[in-house]
């Protein structure tokens, strides 16, 4: 069912500000910067070996992210598996108790199809279903 741990999303007040962290003190590469204008977020994914780091900065107030830094502050935001079949994937998670806060997946970055779970459903961790349509294992 879980494919892998496909990336970490950690909220970040500035990704210009925190880049420098990631890419010269632990050296990981940097795949790319895009908006997710539905989210309100500006992303960058970092490759960290087999998995990828998602820095995650509010392009609004409103996005989910402000409201997440304001709350707790930077940090560890949602751990993301990457899953086959997503819809089959939300639809066996609730008839196994697990509470989505999407019932359908939805765009996230990079092309892929997302839906989270919520927290009240899996020990207070925010999990991210992530479906990459034709990637490679």
């Not at 962290?21 to 908006?35: A, H, M, Q, R, S």
């Not at 765009?107 to 892929?112: F, N």
Request: charged share 30%; hydrophobic share 40%.
């Amino acid at each position: 069912m879980i494919k892998k741990v496909d990336h970490i999303g950690i909220a970040v007040k500035s990704i210009e500000q925190a880049l420098p962290f990631y890419t010269n003190v632990l050296k990981l590469p940097l795949l790319g910067i895009e908006d997710v204008e539905s989210e309100k977020v500006k992303v960058a994914f970092l490759k960290a070996g087999e998995t990828k780091l998602e820095l995650l900065e509010p392009t609004s107030d409103e996005s989910a992210i402000a409201r997440f830094i304001e709350k707790k502050g930077e940090g560890i935001h949602h751990v993301a598996l990457g899953v086959d079949s997503i819809q089959e994937r939300i639809d066996e998670m609730k008839t196994r108790g697990i509470k989505m806060i999407h019932d359908v997946p939805k765009k996230g970055a990079g092309g892929a199809q997302v839906a989270f779970m919520h927290p009240k459903s899996t020990g207070s961790i925010l999990y991210e279903l992530c479906e990459k349509i034709g990637e490679a294992d």
